[in-house]
């Protein structure tokens, strides 16, 4: 399967667009193979995880955690530059899907909410909001369904229609809309003159972490009984006043601290995160579950891995566990 294919496959279910400003989502290391039939996927870009990788023949490795944030020179001994030589020296392709992913709506960064069954769920903070927008234009001849259906595949796009006089109205989500226009150039062989009108809604959100109701109540006991039951990770560490029953839950994968105080806003018995510091645990007005950093995420890409293997039907994905850095001691 060819790369440039692949990376709008990732591209796709982790739109790059919807990154936060600070955030490095995309490529991070630009392969020298054309081709390859072997995706693979894992949670960190450690030496470790990229040589099982490399090893099984991966000709693109997608990871959660980008190689660095900002741009550094290669002129130091270290992790990142082991990476790089390991990684340029095989010819594969490295891609990071970080908070592309987080964000992505109904994406697997919320798997811990549908396996508790959350109902009535919204995003503990908000990262972008966008309003659609209406784009018309004249076609003396008739849209053909292929054309139609390649439009309406195209990320952010929610409706496609053709008038009997010939007026083509599209309804797309707005940062998406030059993309769109570039696509719908290409199909006519020309580029149409497109009418503009911004819609006041419905607007789309995106962003990270979210809160909703358990089907039923649940006994605090009960509760953290059921969430052990989900999480991979030896203990799980508790700050706060715990409630008597939880009903509301609000959860943030990897390193959401900062999200107390929407938790608490949002009428959280319950906040599940990772990264806890002695502080704002000290201080919490909600009871706080931390699970660590590495036990939502890597679950997280374990399902995101599923998700590539049927989008990308002529490659094979395989995910690779990670190693938690974090490991209980007992004396």
């Not at 950093?293 to 997280?300: I, P």
């Not at 039907?313 to 995910?319: K, L, S």
Request: some cysteine; overall charge negative.
């Amino acid at each position: 399967m060819k790369i440039k294919d692949i990376l709008t496959i990732f591209r796709k279910l982790a739109p790059e667009g919807n990154q936060s400003s600070w955030d490095n989502s995309g490529v991070q290391v630009a392969g020298s193979t054309n081709a390859t039939d072997k995706v693979a996927v894992t949670l960190e870009p450690t030496p470790a995880a990229l040589a099982r990788c490399l090893d099984w023949g991966a000709g693109a490795v997608l990871t959660h955690h980008p190689l660095y944030l900002k741009p550094k020179a290669p002129n130091a001994e270290g992790m990142y530059l082991d990476v790089l030589r390991t990684v340029i020296r095989s010819g594969s392709w490295l891609y990071a899907a970080h908070t592309s992913l987080d964000t992505r709506p109904g994406g697997p960064a919320f798997w811990l909410g549908g396996e508790l069954g959350l109902t009535g769920t919204r995003l503990l903070e908000v990262e972008h909001g966008h309003t659609p927008v209406e784009a018309s234009f004249y076609c003396a001849e008739p849209v053909s369904r292929q054309a139609a259906d390649i439009w309406a595949d195209h990320q952010g796009v929610h409706s496609v229609s053709q008038s009997r006089s010939g007026e083509v109205r599209v309804v797309c989500d707005e940062p998406q809309w030059p993309g769109l226009a570039d696509k719908i150039e290409f199909s006519l062989g020309k580029r149409p003159l497109f009418y503009l009108r911004p819609l006041t809604a419905p607007v789309s959100e995106i962003g990270f972490g979210e809160a909703g109701e358990l089907p039923e109540p649940l006994e605090f006991d009960a509760f953290m009984a059921r969430l052990g039951g989900l999480i991979r990770r030896d203990a799980l560490l508790v700050a706060g006043p715990r409630p008597e029953r939880v009903r509301t839950v609000a959860y943030c994968g990897g390193s959401g601290a900062d999200l107390i105080e929407q938790a608490a806003r949002a009428g959280a018995d319950v906040f599940i995160t990772g990264d806890m510091k002695y502080h704002p645990a000290v201080e919490t007005p909600v009871c706080v579950v931390d699970v660590g950093h590495f036990s939502l995420e890597e679950e997280m890409m374990r399902r995101f891995a599923k998700e590539l293997d049927a989008a990308l039907p002529d490659a094979e994905v395989r995910f690779f566990p990670g190693d938690d850095p974090f490991a209980v001691y007992a004396n």
